[in-house]
């Protein structure tokens, strides 16, 4: 059964330095909370791994949380470039971040192997790009049925996936809907899992669409309502458009994203 | 108009894969004018959206509550993208070469140190090898049509005829590249890039002037019908759906 | 978007001699209405392909429409054996039944290879068994990171691939719920596909569990009220256990089970 | 008594691979006893069920509708049993060698012409392959238990010890097989199945005389505790749920 615990806790001892990340939600449910959070707390020399890093691993580079990302599409979705990812890699600031480059394709059946148990998988992708050059991490696999060649990605096994999700109970059952991502592939493929929820219930109702992750595999959950703003969690909150506007002006220099930072993450402290 | 080109190059009853943006304004537009049995597929795992408003994100609510499934992001790439079920894929480039090869990943600098970090390869080299035909969706400036792109981060033609295929790659290629100026289409036989519409009041020569390589215009070049009335009309009400009008 | 068919059209256009046809059903929602239909157009050299070759399979290769069988499990469950598929393994009756024997977890893999459009699959399975020692359809891979050796098993890609679910609209959009099974990933996986309904609606509810195949992934579908009878319909019927013990004593011997298929399947005719 | 020994094996908060007939039957009875958390995983997809009453088929919709969740068939062998998410698995045996080794395919002829052709492997051999570890039950007599398997359909220990090691196999293997005469378990050593618990009334003889090898006696071989008067309750209210107790 999962552990209930406070976001502080649940980070303090699932998260910690040197450690590959995987914060996952796409586009819905992102883990902001969790992710500020980590901040807060100081880790150092993660590699964070997500589908696309977008304004939470800006926050999180920014910040100098990262040594390296694994991703597959950097942007502010919607609105343009992701100015702290682009002054890491282009100017080493605040540090140098190593980047490991794939497709959604690619990293969306990473995750998949991670989750099954097997060390690599099977994709037509990458072909005739310039993807592979870059990595050690997409290799050629022969069918050994007809011959073709295909491409080959090895397992993501992040030392922990942080997730956030509307509901839990209070075994650690935890219940999702609508646009759930990869979530579920991100939750098993990792050794340790966090799950935030807007909500802990007695009981649930089924909704459609629903990814229900048992308890029994999911390592640690903390109510932390609003937990996914500037996303949002479908059924509770709405997107805050405005916000991911408006990061393009905050994270484009380092001084107001610093500013920014200070009073939103480290004034602001954790969640009761 | 690049909008309302793109729109009309879609087909109805077409399964879409639709990238946030210029394409997802197209592709509502053609579901609110001449396709309103377009399937717009989005990467979030929305099979069949049918926005009432444009979405900033691929990950809008409205997608989901509309959507005829919504599925893992693992399936729509593997159940629905790879196996070539999707007619029509949209991209968009920062860089575009003239056998339409396309870069979102670095320019200038090398790989390791480059002068711009562009967000990187996405859903798009899949959509560029799965989908029936793409259709890129690009301003045409001599930044972006080079004669060579920095990084290949999704597969046109490659290096010309026979490419695609000797690679393995069992979707059609870019039909058609839309531009602020007008249509490109590849040369059946060269596969080249070649200018076969310009948009009103465009000039050949304003599109040669920028293209960064010697664009080759096809012989019977027409100019694109401007925008009817009722594709206007359409248009500005999806616009109008667009919470406040800021968008980027 | 999917045509809408009686079931006699249905497998009269889309189920030919020599095919390798898929009727899939977990225990649950087997297409028992059409694997019958099948019988009555008297459809010949069928390579039937089903993880659970139960009562619906027994009742084809007695029937004669079978030349050859893909499956991981064929007993009556919770009963016992298949006699009808014994019989035709055993003394060949009523002709000659060549058998490719694979696991669940291989079966299901072959069919999420061909819903992937990938030639092949890989998973940790036979290892050891003397299964692969009777078919080529299994082989060793070896993972181009790691150096470890796995098992591939190619594809399934049925010509046609016929499942039973509760609700289609008029598109033909299809919605199914409770155990699904590996239901997606064959029709996903096939050439053609038919799906036999419960009833075709002109809206219907979300329902928590649901899978819904879109209309234009779907080649036809059929309204057949209790097609999937002695199996069940989630909502609508619950399991004919009764038959399935009876099943033991009429498929016992030939002239009993030739009996029950005249009058059950030949005299009752096709569904209205 | 084999259902109420089986049962016994199962601790508290354990997830459990089950199949139907005896090893549901055992699963539950264990569930109404002496663990209530422990989590039923049947084949069909349903993870966590909390049947009130025993199902004939894995796939029975009173399974679905009590279970924490349902998923596909391909995500419960590969997302749930294949990584070694599943603590204990089931299996049954048509035959069993003293390597635990299981047939459920063919017995007798040969693979192309047996004398009796059985189901065949089902989930089994990743069952076998990848649980925290198996529990076997089978009837003990000289038919079921071989000296060697016809068909190995599920490895247990292979020829020895080293060999789950050598195939890679990343579950335990057989902890304990169950018979209708009592209970055996691998030796440490040498991986035999090795006879440690009779039940009530049973005679090693009896055990040993319905076993195909010569087979191993624990030195400290002892009797089972008699079925509690708690378990016969809770198995008796268990079986009065069958429908019409005509179950095979």
């Known amino acids: 059964m999962a552990k209930l615990v406070s976001l502080t806790d649940g980070v303090a001892h699932l998260v910690r330095d040197g450690d590959v990340v995987a914060l996952e939600g796409f586009t819905h449910l992102i883990p902001f909370a969790a992710g500020h959070e980590i901040i807060r707390q100081g880790r150092q020399d993660l590699t ?15 910040a100098g949380c990262a040594r390296r990302l694994v991703f597959s599409w950097g942007g502010n979705p919607g609105v343009g470039s992701l100015h702290r990812f682009r002054d890491a890699v282009q100017h080493a600031w605040p540090r140098p971040l190593e980047l490991e480059e794939h497709s959604h394709a690619g990293m969306a059946n990473r995750y998949v192997a991670g989750a099954s148990g097997l060390p690599f998988a099977v ?21 050994p049925f007809t011959g073709e060649t295909l491409t080959a990605v090895p397992a993501l096994r992040p030392d ?35 799950v935030t929820v807007e909500e802990i219930v007695d009981e649930w109702e089924p909704v459609p669409g629903q990814v229900v992750l048992p308890g029994w595999a999911v390592t640690a959950v903390a109510e932390v309502p609003g937990g996914a703003h500037p996303s949002y969690a479908h059924g509770y909150s709405v997107r805050d458009n405005d916000f991911y506007r408006d990061w393009d002006a905050v994270s484009r220099h380092r001084d107001t994203f610093r500013a920014w930072v200070d ?7 954790a969640p009761a | 108009m690049m909008t309302v080109a793109a729109a009309r190059q879609l087909r109805d009853g077409a399964a879409c ?44 609510g409205i997608l989901a509550d509309t959507a005829d499934a919504v599925v893992s992001v693992p399936e729509v790439f593997n159940y629905w993208l790879q196996p070539g079920r999707i007619d029509v894929g949209f991209l968009g480039a920062a860089q575009l070469d003239r056998y339409g090869n396309i870069n979102t990943t670095v320019v200038g600098g090398d790989y390791d140190a480059p002068t711009v970090r562009l967000p990187g390869a996405g859903g798009a080299p899949e959509i560029a090898a799965s989908c029936g035909e793409v259709v890129v969706i690009v301003r045409q400036d001599l930044r972006t049509f080079t004669e060579r792109v920095d990084f290949v981060t ?45 948009h009103p009041g465009v000039t050949r020569e304003q599109a040669r002037a920028a293209t960064g390589w010697d664009l080759a215009v096809a012989d019977g070049l027409a100019t694109g019908a401007p925008p009817t009335a009722r594709e206007l009309a359409a248009l500005r009400a999806l616009e109008a759906t667009k919470s406040d009008g800021r968008r980027p």
């Open chain 1, 48 to 62: 964070l791994v997500r589908m696309t890093p977008d304004v939470i691993y800006d926050q999180l580079i920014g």
């Open chain 1, 263 to 269: 009073e939103h993450v480290h004034k602001a402290g």
């Open chain 2, 17 to 60: 894969f639709v990238g946030i943006g210029l394409p997802s304004t197209a592709a509502n537009l053609a579901r609110a004018t001449h396709a309103p049995n377009l399937v717009l597929i989005y990467e979030s795992g929305c099979l069949g959206a049918k926005p009432d408003r444009l979405p900033l994100s691929i990950g809008d």
């Open chain 2, 154 to 198: 999704s597969v046109g033609y490659g290096t010309g005829p026979g490419d695609r295929e000797r690679l393995g790659l069992r979707g059609g290629g870019p039909r058609v590249v839309i531009t602020d100026l007008g249509v490109l289409e590849p040369d059946p036989v060269t596969c080249e890039l070649t200018l076969t519409h310009l």
């Open chain 1, 160 to 194: 922990v996936t942080v997730v956030h999700a509307q509901r839990a109970d209070r075994n650690g059952n935890v219940q999702m809907w609508g646009i759930t991502g990869v979530q579920k592939e991100a939750v098993l493929a990792a050794h340790r899992s966090l």
């Open chain 1, 123 to 143: 994709l037509r992708g990458y072909t005739g790009t310039d993807l592979p050059g870059h990595t050690t991490n997409i290799r050629p696999i022969t069918c």
